[in-house]
């Protein structure tokens, strides 16, 4: 149902209701507040861009969206990402790439795909999660350490190598400065839960180095003045050449988007017993994508923590989420100008402590005792985010894990020769006396029996036809069991189709028996049902066998019972 939350929501809203949303909104929007400037800045644009993106898309998200308490905005998986494509194609193509991405999104939501996002596997999310995790924190060092280097190398490994190489540049006031903001982050939290620990680390640790004189970079040193104003909107403008260049950047922003926000909505659903609207949710995202970097803003979606942190403080509807967006906003126009104050180090520890919760290193070592292929993908996605490129690592990750599912279905789906195993099949059955069972159930010579079981797809297909060929003797009938085929692709049917049209010219009569449904409308409409014929598909396996019999008596026999389906459309 592509209704917002917002609307439902009202419906019943009251006074004691608006002063939780209130309270929650305020204190969301502190937490807010240096997460932004701090994703902005890791991200490689500067830091009111960051703040844009929190107010413009933070508001948009809450007023649109499919769940009650989602607070969107700049977040930690978007760091590699953006920063990839702000040093490949410059701002107008971030500004390109996230408006595109946005209108994927909003075709997300309108197709009713918001269910499909949760078949991309869990080791493909954990694997890049971790990944960009180890970016976050690998390209916080320099301020971190205070490192007396140039601009920091994208590539991880270069990254690491310009690290060692600055080593000996390290600031110990830088050094204190940082240390003294990740203690307060770590332990405030033991002494007061409403007022969020990297807020009071920003506003202490500023305060310590300007009324200390300690020399320190800032954000004012290293990016001027902050703009304490929300920018008139601006259309991007690239060439052809430049679109079809960020085509692939734009769809690892919206799956990465769709799969943040989602999975923020299911763990917001835990948290409070409800149950968020996925399509409206992605129509939400796509639309904040769209609009936000008309005003300078990067790529958002919905950031786990602080949707947590607005259900713990008492946030029940989207009304929290708009006042975060509005505090966020009061909060850069009176107060803006004096971000500039804030060290750099302290930034870099705020994100070194939100690095370490993104890791999910318990997951990921979790996750390490999962079959080999899941194994595969969590290994094989996580260091090609860290050393090549996260949207290399979901293509790669994506396919290769298709590929193994593929593989796995079709070891799980099996052809077999059960000729000889049917009269012992029957002796196990005690409904029936066991002479009518054997009587029915004899095999005549020059009949052979296949069964397949599991999904009949193009994975499975060479299997089967390699099966049939193993047979010794040619039979005259061959009798093809499908009880246990649940699902029968293109593949299959091509493969069935092929087997039918190499037993017609060795003069074998092909059978099919106990057949479902899904399989059946499959063969309906493809070929091979006429190859087959109507007439040769029964709706249980003795009645294949009389059929056979009579195959065997004359060379035009009658048919007996055979399945009856459903009428085919001639056009």
Do not use: C
Request: charged share 15%; aromatic share 6%.
């Amino acid at each position: 149902m592509l209704v917002p939350k917002l609307f439902t929501t009202l419906r019943d809203y009251n006074r004691s209701q608006f002063a939780s949303d209130l309270t929650a909104g305020v204190i969301v929007g502190i937490v807010a507040l240096p997460l932004a400037i701090a994703f902005a800045i890791a991200s490689g644009v500067s830091p009111e861009r960051g703040l844009i993106t929190a107010i413009v898309a933070g508001f948009l998200i809450s007023a649109l969206g499919g769940s009650r308490v989602q607070i969107g905005g700049p977040t930690g998986a978007f760091v590699v990402i953006v920063y990839g494509i702000v040093q490949t194609h410059g701002l107008q193509g971030l500004m390109v790439a996230t408006v595109m991405a946005g209108f994927m999104l909003l075709a997300m939501g309108l197709a009713r795909l918001g269910s499909v996002i949760k078949f991309v596997p869990t080791p493909l999310v954990t694997g890049f999660t971790s990944g960009i995790a180890v970016i976050i924190f690998s390209s916080q060092v320099k301020d971190f350490l205070g490192l007396q280097m140039g601009d920091v190398p994208a590539n991880f490994l270069e990254k690491v190598a310009a690290y060692a190489d600055h080593a000996g540049s390290a600031s110990l006031p830088a050094i204190g400065v940082g240390a003294l903001s990740m203690a307060i982050i770590i332990v405030w939290p033991r002494l007061n839960r409403r007022i969020p620990g990297p807020f009071v680390a920003l506003i202490v640790a500023t305060a310590v180095v300007h009324l200390a004189g300690i020399d320190v970079e800032t954000v004012g040193s290293r990016f001027g003045t902050l703009a304490a104003t929300i920018p008139t909107p601006e259309m991007p403008r690239l060439g052809i050449a430049e679109l079809t260049a960020l085509v692939t950047p734009a769809f690892s922003i919206a799956l990465l988007g769709a799969v943040e926000s989602l999975l923020s909505a299911v763990v917001a659903d835990g948290m409070i017993g409800s149950r968020h609207r996925a399509n409206m949710e992605l129509v939400a995202q796509g639309v904040a994508n769209i609009v936000t970097p008309l005003f300078g803003g990067i790529p958002a979606t919905g950031a786990i923590a602080r949707t947590a942190t607005n259900v713990r403080n008492g946030g029940r509807t989207p009304v929290a989420g708009i006042v975060h967006a509005i505090t966020l906003l009061l909060i850069t126009l009176f107060f803006g100008r004096w971000a500039a104050l804030i060290p750099m180090a302290t930034l870099a520890a705020i994100l070194v402590v939100v690095a370490y919760h993104m890791s999910e290193w318990r997951t990921f070592r979790e996750e390490l005792r999962a079959p080999k292929s899941d194994v595969a993908v969590l290994l094989t996605t996580f260091l090609l985010t860290v050393v090549v490129d996260l949207t290399v690592a979901i293509e790669i990750g994506m396919v290769l894990s298709a590929f193994l599912f593929m593989h796995r279905m079709s070891e799980v789906t099996a052809v077999n020769a059960v000729t000889r195993e049917l009269a012992r099949e029957a002796s196990d059955e005690r409904d029936v006396p066991l002479e009518e069972l054997t009587s029915r159930r004899s095999i005549p010579d020059g009949v052979e029996v296949f069964e397949i079981s599991g999904a009949f797809f193009f994975g499975a297909a060479e299997a089967f036809k390699e099966t049939l060929t193993q047979v010794g003797r040619k039979p005259k009938v061959l009798i093809i069991r499908m009880r246990d085929v649940s699902l029968l692709d293109a593949t299959g049917l091509r493969a069935l189709r092929d087997v039918v049209h190499r037993s017609k010219a060795e003069r074998t009569l092909v059978l099919v028996a106990e057949i479902h449904a899904q399989p059946l409308a499959a063969l309906e409409r493809s070929p091979a049902y006429d190859d087959l014929g109507a007439g040769q598909i029964y709706m249980t396996l003795e009645e294949a066998l009389d059929r056979a019999r009579e195959h065997l008596v004359t060379r035009h026999p009658t048919p007996v019972t055979p399945f009856r389906s459903v009428k085919r459309d001639p056009g």
